[in-house]
């Protein structure tokens, strides 16, 4: 994309206010039926790309989007006082890793991350922004310049460095050739 | 494949420790939906009439509304279902929230609880994995406190737990089972303690399968923006700090006194500010567009939620204000009762006290001040401690054991079940039929559909008929045309707004839908969410049956014919269908009798309120019929009400 001669992309951005999310998890939904297979077949929350974060005892009501797969554990931690509220210390953090289960494929165990349900045809926002009538979350896209070239990792990329760094490379491309004869 | 539901139920026997995965068969599915419909056919296939509801024998089952834990917005009921120890009927308890969702995703349509555990555990499910765990540690525990500890146990804070209190364990009638922001009030809890079983927590992160997704999900979709923008589905009590009505027209204390002239602008102004000074959020349920829920931190408690008319129960009782609701409610809800009841009770035990039947000398140590009294009555009654002990027995059954003229003081009651505080002049036909025949005991969970009241002015009446189009036939436009006085309709239009409203919860009970978007909300603008026009094509686009309005209807019908049944066999009969003796100031019970004997007539049943063994073969319930008759309830020859000689008056 070229503006003035600059190179520009679009920033696509999920603005989440927590103070109007609700927990009714029908964001968690709309993701779960907008991935499945064949699309809408299914409700799984377990299979959400969007999690709620809540704790009602404490008021604490945060949705979070999945992001990238790590390794490995974090090796110190945050946690937040906002308003007098101590949020844990994952409360933000989109990270699929191994101190928790969310954001894993419940079957596969394999990584999950938001793809802000890019489609063709394309949807005129993400799922879980079109569920939320209270609010909470809001989309908007922006303009920005280019400054490096820009790699799109998508959900395939995630999947399959994950099983290279579980099973090795060689297993995993004998794999793909036998079943790919079965 | 099974759509919308999984196919299985979960049972857990208690007594051997045996937990069984089985797979259901789907005609039964077509037959009774889900929800308390398909609880009714176990419940009656399993529970012979001479069990006690104390018994091991007993069932407590959390069955999923067919629609729970999918796209369909608004539905996430789980109707709790057991026979209730307080009066040996059908108990029918909902509960909204989340637990329902995820126990659909953990695999199971149903959990059927069987059995009593040699000492308190708690059931842990996370999808195949269920194990009976030892709950020792959490005996006397409230509901916060042990939803956390499992949670942190389970080492899952996603996991959803429903648990009792200390008001369950020690199997007050009034105790109920809370799940979150939500909780299944009345008749399951003390059944739970019963059993032993302190909490079940589930998890689950397996597929709900939708039979024709694209259509599923664009209709879902739209219910969903509609049902946001529809000003008069939704708990208004959540929103509008005008609350004139119950506290102008419900009766305070023990459903004694009512206050006409109570709110003012200015005591809603100091109560709006009450509420949003010490409010965070409102909370929703799964999937619902409304949120309902209030939640609220008050000083020197811990946090709450609340919605609908609990906000007033606890200060009408004891005739306080906002404030002692506030103070005393998350209090009372951490030990596990029902916020309906137990205030009523409460305010019964402190009458009889004021009358002399009960004396100083039942209330060792009771505060001299209404608020102290009231906290001092909840943990006696929790932990059934002196005079706690017989008022945990529910008003009806304290009165019974108290004696001494208590009984008169239990005034409030149908079929021993504690009612909304209404005392009113002139006697509603319909409302007469709905409170004295209803299975559900509780008018909130009956009426619903047909507006309460007529509207006068022939534009705007015409206005909201257009709009109406919930209505299952035109007759009912016809009658509120020409409905003028709320009491003069013909008795059949008085029988069939009873049927519809009825027709309405039964059918939200079975599929999940919360009756604040459906069946509770019709009346109120007659623009509800769900009606028998819509209904019909989700079930067909989820679960893959063809549904129409005439089968979804039959459904209704076999369901409330079914679990009528159920109630026959225990012993329900037509002297028990009676409202409260002072429910209206006048009454007529020459007509009463006459409206009850065309509404069984209706309903295909006989002068003693039974299904005819015809009316239960009509509707499948053939093995039914069979076992009223093997067991001398019905002789299989009677007619309807209305052909039995004994109708004569009636006829005339």
């Given at each position: 994309m070229e503006n003035n001669g600059k190179k520009t992309r679009i920033v696509k951005n999920i603005k989440v206010d927590t103070k109007k999310c609700v927990g009714c998890k029908a964001c968690e939904i709309a993701c779960s039926?907008?991935?499945?297979?064949?699309?809408?077949?299914?409700?799984?929350?377990g299979r959400s790309r969007i999690m709620v974060v809540a704790d009602e005892m404490l008021d604490i009501f945060v949705p979070i989007r999945?992001?990238?797969h790590t390794e490995a554990e974090c090796n110190g931690r945050n946690s937040y006082i906002i308003d007098g509220k101590e949020y844990s210390e994952c409360t933000f953090c989109p990270a699929s890793c191994p101190s928790r289960d969310a954001f894993k494929d419940p079957d596969s165990g394999l990584p999950l991350k938001c793809d802000m349900c890019e489609s063709d045809p394309p949807v005129e926002k993400p799922m879980c922004v079109d569920a939320c009538t209270f609010g909470a979350l809001t989309y908007e896209e922006r303009e920005v310049e280019v400054t490096e070239p820009v790699t799109t990792v998508t959900d395939m990329d995630e999947?399959?460095?994950?099983?290279?760094?579980?099973?090795?490379?060689?297993?995993?491309?004998?794999t793909v050739v036998r079943v790919s004869k079965e | 494949m099974r759509y919308c539901e999984t196919g299985f139920q979960l049972e857990v026997d208690l007594s051997k420790g045996s937990i069984d995965k089985v797979e259901?068969?789907?005609?039964?599915?077509?037959?009774?939906?889900?929800?308390?419909?398909?609880?009714?056919?176990?419940?009656?296939?399993?529970?012979?009439?001479?069990?006690?509801?104390w018994s091991p024998d007993n069932l407590l089952i959390f069955g999923n509304g067919l629609l729970n834990g999918t796209c369909v917005p608004g539905a996430n009921r789980v109707s709790v279902n057991t026979i209730a120890p307080v009066n040996g009927f059908f108990g029918h308890s909902l509960m909204g929230g989340f637990f329902g969702a995820e126990m659909k995703q953990a695999g199971y349509d149903r959990i059927i609880i069987k059995g009593e555990a040699p000492d308190l555990v708690y059931l842990a499910i996370h999808n195949d994995k269920v194990e009976i765990r030892d709950a020792t540690h959490l005996r006397g525990k409230g509901m916060l406190d042990t939803q956390r500890m499992i949670q942190e146990e389970l080492g899952d804070k996603r996991a959803w737990v429903a648990a009792i209190g200390p008001a369950g364990e020690h199997r007050c009638i009034t105790a109920s089972i809370d799940c979150g922001n939500s909780s299944a009030a009345r008749t399951p809890g003390p059944v739970m303690g019963a059993k032993k079983l302190k909490a079940i927590a589930i998890r689950g992160t397996k597929d709900v399968n939708l039979a024709h997704p694209k259509e599923m999900w664009e209709m879902c979709s739209r219910l969903r923006k509609e049902l946001d923008a529809n000003p008069n589905i939704g708990d208004w009590m959540a929103t509008d700090e005008d609350d004139s009505f119950h506290h102008n027209n419900f009766a305070w204390g023990n459903a004694r006194v009512r206050r006409k002239t109570f709110w003012s602008e200015g005591l809603e102004e100091r109560w709006r500010n009450l509420k949003y000074d010490h409010m965070n959020r409102w909370t929703g349920c799964w999937n619902c567009p409304k949120a309902c829920h209030n939640l609220i931190q008050w000083p020197n408690r811990r946090r709450f939620s609340y919605k609908c008319y609990g906000k007033d129960t606890y200060h009408m009782a004891s005739f306080q204000e906002l404030d002692f609701t506030y103070e005393i409610l998350p209090v009372a809800m951490d030990l596990g009762f029902d916020s309906y009841s137990t205030p009523q009770t409460i305010a019964f035990g402190l009458e009889?006290?004021?009358?002399?039947?009960?004396?100083?000398?039942?209330?060792?140590?009771?505060p001299a001040d209404i608020r102290g009294r009231f906290y001092y009555l909840l943990q006696k009654m929790a932990f059934r401690e002196g005079i706690g002990d017989v008022l945990a027995n529910g008003v009806s059954g304290a009165a019974a054991i108290i004696g001494k003229g208590a009984e008169k003081f239990d005034h409030n009651t149908v079929k021993k079940f504690e009612q909304l505080p209404i005392k009113l002049g002139k006697l509603n036909p319909a409302y007469f039929l709905m409170i004295a025949t209803g299975e559900d005991m509780a008018i909130t969970q009956i009426e619903g559909s047909f507006p309460q009241d007529p509207i006068a002015d022939p534009e705007l009446r015409e206005e909201f008929i257009k709009k109406w189009i919930a209505v299952p036939d035109k007759k009912f436009h016809d009658w509120f045309r020409q409905w003028v006085k709320r009491d003069e309709l013909p008795d059949q239009a008085m029988v069939e707004i009873t049927d519809w409203n009825e027709c309405m919860h039964y059918l939200d009970d079975s599929l999940g839908f919360c009756g604040f978007v459906s069946s509770?909300?019709?009346?109120?603008?007659?623009?509800?969410?769900?009606?028998v026009w819509n209904m019909p094509d989700i079930i067909t686009h989820g679960t893959g049956m063809e549904f129409d309005k005439d089968r979804l209807w039959e459904c209704f019908q076999r369901n409330?014919?079914?679990?009528?049944?159920?109630n026959n066999r225990r012993g329900l009969r037509r002297s028990m269908e009676r409202p409260p003796e002072d429910h209206w100031a006048v009454r007529n019970e020459a007509y009463e009798q006459q409206l009850l004997t065309k509404y069984y007539d209706f309903k295909g049943w006989t002068f003693d309120a039974i299904p005819t063994k015809e009316t239960l073969e009509r509707l499948s319930l053939g093995w039914v019929a069979e076992d009223l008759i093997k067991r001398g309830v019905l002789t299989g020859d009677e007619p309807t009400a209305l052909n039995d000689p004994r109708a004569k008056n009636e006829k005339e």
């Open positions: 039926a907008f991935h499945a297979t064949p699309r809408y077949s299914s409700i799984n929350t999945a992001g990238d999947g399959l460095k994950t099983l290279i760094k579980r099973y090795g490379l060689k297993k995993v491309m004998d | 259901t068969d789907p005609r039964d599915t077509a037959l009774y939906l889900g929800g308390h419909g398909y609880n009714a056919k176990i419940l009656y296939d399993r529970v012979p009439p001479e069990t006690d509801p009889l006290l004021d009358a002399g039947i009960l004396t100083e000398a039942d209330f060792p140590g009771m509770f909300r019709g009346q109120f603008g007659g623009t509800t969410g769900y009606h409330r014919t079914l679990i009528r049944a159920l």
